[in-house]
């Protein structure tokens, strides 16, 4: 008869000493939703014009990471990139280039929520923005609309300074411009 391991869901408390760095996060119900969701899809239309002849499943890929699984991949990437995990051996599968997360919307009434949970702390480590959705548990399907999928509990917005990043810019007050990120991404790449 084998042993059943427990494993603990608790959240890691940090040390006292130690200071925590949060990414600004912000949560949108109700009118204040509608509104981001009404500003994003028009800018979304507005910037799809300027596709050319790209299929539209590509230009959403370019432009977001969809889904908790490439969200978290793009994350990590940003957190090696940056404290230089990375060997400087070109590997044998190499990756595309890293194009780094403007902001991360995710759907803060998802179930289960530990599907996201480590989310917002991968947000945090690399200060990327957190805009939480909240629409009594329909807020997976509201972010889906936005990338024409049935539901997405995360989507990120990858910083290529589209029509998509300066209205993410004017919802987040100006808290992260465009530039400074592909600056950031600049620096990271050499």
Known sequence: MAKKRRSSLRPVKASNGSPQH?????CFEGERLDNLLSQLAKSIELAKLSKGELPEKIWIKQ??????????RVLERMVEAETGCQSNEEPKNSKAPLVPLQAVILAA???????T??????????QVPMILV???K????????????KTAMAIGIKAKGSRINKTVD?????????????????????
């Open 134 to 136: 909240k629409d009594n």
């Open 22 to 26: 949060q990414a600004s996060s912000d």
């Open 109 to 115: 009434d998802c179930n289960p929520r530990w599907l």
């Open 170 to 190: 004017e919802i987040l007050g100006g808290a992260t411009s465009v530039e400074d990120t592909l600056e950031m991404a600049q620096q990271i790449r050499t």
């Open 63 to 72: 432009q977001f990471a969809v889904g908790v699984n490439d969200v978290t």
């Open 138 to 149: 329909r807020g997976s399907l509201r972010l889906g609309e936005l990338v024409k999928l």
């Open 117 to 126: 949970k480590h989310i917002p702390s991968l947000a945090s480590s690399t």
